[in-house]
């Protein structure tokens, strides 16, 4: 199964990509290759990108709180296990905690550091991180992969309060998905949206097999799903059978 998330705020939105750029520096550091060192640099470059957005702090700050007011009210209800309702409020305050204790933007530190901002303003210019550009880079780049690895965490550091933010919160996103077994008629699937709700995430498993790609479309009022199939030459054509689909709605 292939798993799509289409997001239905901007929020949202950020929050994924945020996950994705971190799962990504956290497949590149513990390799060897100093050309995956130059990615996970160039990945802590684009954290930086999108957490210099000014409110994005404030937002993470706000939703660990509003998601510890709602489990609270969770108390003494007996489908509700005290001990994982404990747990959830645990990570919750400590992610608070970490997150409201770090001044300024996440990943702020790092641009005092001269060699780091060097880099990153070579990085946006094609091959502009060669060897006769940046020599102190290329130097880097020819240290023990323990040394180099060791640089990188210390410069990620400065940004875990916030993926461990982020992760708490999609989690608790998606745990309050339902899943639910639909039909896409004619390759189309499309559903309104429950009045008085918001939703957050909408979270698509198709079959590998069927080699079909989404196309989804949302808002407030409705999500919507068109079936496509690549062609050779790169082209989607819509599908007109019948598919099964396991969908989501996250709040």
């Known amino acids: 199964m292939i798993l799509y998330e289409y997001p239905f705020n901007e929020r949202i939105r950020t929050y994924l990509r945020l996950e994705h750029l971190f799962g990504r520096l956290a497949q590149l550091m513990p390799r060897d290759s100093a050309m995956d060192h130059h990615f996970a640099l160039i990945t802590v470059f684009e954290v930086m990108d999108v957490a210099s957005r000014a409110d994005l702090k404030s937002d993470v700050l706000k939703d660990l709180e509003r998601h510890k007011l709602q489990m609270t009210a969770f108390r003494g209800n007996p489908a509700i296990s005290e001990a994982s309702l404990d747990a959830v409020l645990g990570q919750l305050s400590e992610a608070f905690e970490q997150l409201s204790r770090q001044h300024g933007k996440p ?16 990085a946006v210019i094609p091959a502009g991180t060669c060897a006769f550009d940046l020599p102190a880079y290329y130097h880097w780049q020819h240290c023990l992969p323990e040394q180099r690895r060791s640089d990188l965490d210390q410069w990620a550091q400065t940004l875990v309060p916030l993926a461990r933010a982020v992760a708490l919160l999609l989690q608790i996103c998606r745990d309050f998905g339902k899943p639910q077994k639909v039909m896409a008629l004619k390759g189309h699937f499309q559903q309104t949206l429950s009045q008085g709700r918001t939703f957050q995430l909408m979270r698509l498993h198709i079959d590998a097999a069927l080699d079909l790609v989404p196309e989804i479309s ?19 054509h819509a599908v007109h059978d019948d598919v099964p689909l396991e969908i989501s709605l996250c709040v």
């Open 218 to 236: 949302g808002n407030r009022l409705m999500a919507s799903v068109r079936l496509m199939r690549l062609d050779d030459g790169g082209k989607l």
């Open 107 to 122: 990943g702020s530190p790092l641009l005092d550091n001269e060699f780091l901002m060097t880099v990153r303003s070579r």
